[in-house]
């Protein structure tokens, strides 16, 4: 298994600014996925983020938005830009098991924006 | 893409009964299905897969099935505990041939002692 650590666990955002989010796996992996779990929804896949590419988005997702780095084999950022309360959410950092067939997740970060 | 459908509405069972929960879907048939558990203000832990050419799996207490002429899974846990009580996640390849899940909204469950 993975473990998967995510910080800030929670925040409270203005209007207007950008929040990074960051994910640290204690192994390496090859594909860091963010989901996004609005209030009493399904999780949503923002993107899929490769180490030494560019992040591959979901339909309704773009790079302005929600940035992404992948600078390495363990570790990966999502910044959410230009926050709204529409972005109030959790947001999740999730990795695959080796073969594909399971996912671990992070513990997510809460984020409400004022 | 795939729209799954798991009911909104919580489940309310007794201790020591079984708890079953279903998941439809529609569009293509998937290569597999996975079932999750979360716990409030805590990521998904996977529980089980099954693949399409498999009709049930088991694990312990949980026993998943899986028809694909249906379109449907059905998820149970026997001999429910209270410990059970956490809302279960179905999951499918985003598209065909991915290995990328989409998830259905969940179906929350509470065992009552």
């Known amino acids: 298994s993975a473990v998967i650590s995510q910080k800030p666990s929670r925040d409270i955002c203005q209007r207007g600014t950008s929040l990074t989010i960051q994910c640290q796996v204690d192994s390496q992996v090859t594909m860091m996925f963010w989901y996004r779990q609005q209030p009493g929804q399904s999780l949503t896949l923002i993107a899929t983020a490769n180490q030494g590419s560019e992040a591959t988005y979901e339909s309704g997702f773009v790079i302005d938005k929600f940035p992404i780095s992948r600078p390495n084999l363990t570790f990966s950022t999502l910044t959410v830009s230009n926050m709204s309360p529409e972005d109030s959410s959790i947001y999740l950092c999730s990795v695959e098991r080796t073969g594909g067939d399971e996912q671990y997740f992070g513990p997510g970060t809460r984020l409400t924006v004022t | 893409s795939q729209k799954i459908e798991q009911n909104s509405e919580a489940l309310n069972i007794q201790e020591g009964k079984t708890a079953t929960l279903t998941c439809n879907y529609t569009?293509?048939?998937?290569?597999?299905l996975q079932w999750y558990r979360q716990d409030p203000g805590r990521g998904p832990v996977f529980l089980l897969l099954i693949r399409e050419n498999e009709k049930e799996k088991r694990k312990e207490r949980l026993k998943v099935t899986f028809d694909t002429t249906l379109k449907q899974s059905l998820f149970h846990i026997t001999a429910s505990q209270p410990a059970d009580s956490a809302t279960y996640l179905c999951?499918?390849?985003?598209?065909?041939?991915?290995?990328?899940?989409?998830f259905g909204r969940g179906t929350s469950l509470i065992v009552h002692p």
């Open positions: 569009n293509y048939s998937p290569a597999y």
């Open positions: 999951a499918l390849p985003l598209r065909g041939g991915s290995y990328i899940p989409t």
